[in-house]
């Protein structure tokens, strides 16, 4: 069974090792400021004791107020599974850095997330548009796209 | 003559998004109106001789025989097309069966699925590189209109704004069986062709200037 | 098989365009092939033709207005993507589903998978070359298991047939005696199946050891499914985070070492065994009762967010679902197991003939609408 950690477990440790990069511990989500998330998911995925070196998935939420990429990394060996958040405050240019370098997998996700919320990651090797054209006119998963 | 080793002349692959994207706004931009329906000539009063009725029977009848179809298979309805060609429904009974994958072999364009506007583009070059005469059958609900897809901001409403359509097919997808049928409707349109010009019509190059 | 690497003649590398509409790519996908000679040196997809914008319509319509769409995600096995949506959306407003109708979820989520193994396995022969003859084979197959799904629902490709709680109606009485003749039927035919391709001399020269995915390079991509498994990571999501009723049956998840090309082929082969094995347990215990929980019409889960995930046929799927207590989804991503799966492809067939390349993009077998979506 893939046990979902709590957050409680992984902020301790965190904490220690990244001060003042937690931003916000939801009930089963760790929310990561931005600039730090490179380094906080580095260490999840290389430190002892985690291990999470497969990506489930990214995703992107547009709140209005702010973006939250969302992510969930999991450990094939001990069967464990975290969600990490990330947000963005601009609606002019939001950015987050890229996981490439972390996870080949979130190449095209990353894209498909530039292409239809219109969020930069900051070190993509090829970001440009995966699914629309060029010139297409808006980011249509944006709450705010209008036909 | 010393050929230049920079490869100027090859686009890198931005460019070639870029002049894709290109392509796709123009198609977009002029294609607003639904092309009509290319059969009005059905209803016409039919006015030939016996001698070239016989011939146009001859001929129309080789056109239906063997329709070749030409590979279009943008989504799920491409799935119910096979099965019509597949073991069960076997569609070769009908005179119509293969599958072509160049344009320029086939006669007959199945659209079995949903276009969007990227694919538009590509969609008009297959229809322009068959050879005429050329149909056009439109299969399942987004073929028609864009089905339940037709409020999304990426799906053209219908086959008809890009290739004028002969027969509909309703249904999401259609059954094999409404397949078959609308090719045996198409097959029985092909018949009533006027293959052979009017004589009247063609211009006479005794009097020229006038027809 | 071998392969020439090293060429004594060097030539001038060149652009090939393959798709997006191209017999073998298996709907409107597109590469662009950088060549030296027959070699692929480089390949970029272009992927976008079947884009049709069903993240943002799910964000348009009710909770139980959307399960159609999720059927034309990936039509080839829609009865899956049915089941994964409603288990999220379930997980959201905690609705507890009936038994009878856990145990109809799970012999069709089976069914399906032998469907489309059906077909992942006769388009990627195809591709090898054997022009139509192994897909013909599948093919009857398929059409017998899709009976079964005309029968409790009436569609042949897109079922609609899950309902949030359950499932839309129950299943004829003459449903459980047709499913037992089918798995009779199935076992024998996939017997007949690999004996005629097991030891085929074609079949291994074109794809025994061609393609290979590396066990790290398929974990870091986020490969999942049948192409994880014939690579070495024994995952399935059925085991591994059971989820409706799978604990409690038995069943083995096959896996392979080398990842090539037949090694899928072979997994496949392996996972309809294992499928008809847990359809003869399932439909001996299926129990009487109810098939649809009691909900309403109009559902507002309270305000979160909720990720499901199942094991389809292609590898795993998984919703993900913002709620923000109306009565449609706030936000609908959707996990896409092919998209994903296709991350790995431009180092599995570097250095490969363009044949090859064919080949090796049939046996990871996408569904585009649910690439593009
Ligand atoms: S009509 Fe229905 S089955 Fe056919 S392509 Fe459209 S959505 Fe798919």
Redesign the interface.
Known sequence: MTVAISAKEIISQLNTKFPGAIEEAGADSVLVKSDSLLAVAEYLKTAEGFKFEYLNYITAVDYYSYFEVVYQITSLESNRSVVLKARSYTRDNPTVPSVTGLWQGADFQEREIYDLMGITFEGHPNL??I??????PGY?LRKD?N? | MEISSDKDY?YT??E???Q???L??EVKASSRESIQDPDAWLDEELKRNILLTSVDWVLDWARRSSLWTA??????C???F??AE???FDMSRFGMEI?R?SPRQADLMITA??L????AP?VRR?YNQMPDPKWVIAMGACGISGG??R?????VPGYNKIVPVDVYVPG??P?PEALIYAVQMLQKKIAKAKVVPDLSELPNPLRKGKK | MTTTRELTLKTEPF?LNIG????STH??YRM?CTLDGEVVVDI?PVF???????E??AE?RTYTGFI??T??LD??SPMSNNLGYCMAVEKLAGIKVPERAEYIRVIMAELQRLANHCIAVGSMLNDAGAYFTPF?YT??ER?RI?DLFDMVCGQ???YNYMRIGGVSQDIPGEFLPALHKLVDRLTIFIEEYENLLKLNEILLARAKGVGILEKDTAINCGISGPVARASGIKWDIRRNDPYSIYDRFEFDIPTCENGDCYDRYRVRIEEMRQSLRILQQAMKQVPKGPVKADVPHLIRPPAGEAYAHIEAPKGELGYYIVSDNSIAPYRCHIRPTSLINLAALRQMVKGWKVADLIIIFGSIDIT??EVDR
């Open positions: 440009k548009r699914f629309l054209w060029d010139g297409f249509p796209f036909q | 090859i692959s931005s070639l998004d870029y894709e994207g290109q796709i706004e590979i279009c298979f943008p989504a799920c491409a799935f119910e096979i099965a597949g073991p069960r599958l994958a699925g949903t969007t506007w990227k694919m590509n297959i339940i897809f409020s999304s901001y990426n799906v999401c997808p059954r | 652009v997006p509409v191209h017999p709907g409107v662009r970029e976008g033709y079947l884009h049709r914008g069903i943002k319509l348009e159609p769409l059927d034309r039509y080839i013909m093919f009857r059409e899709v042949r490709l897109t585009m609408g």
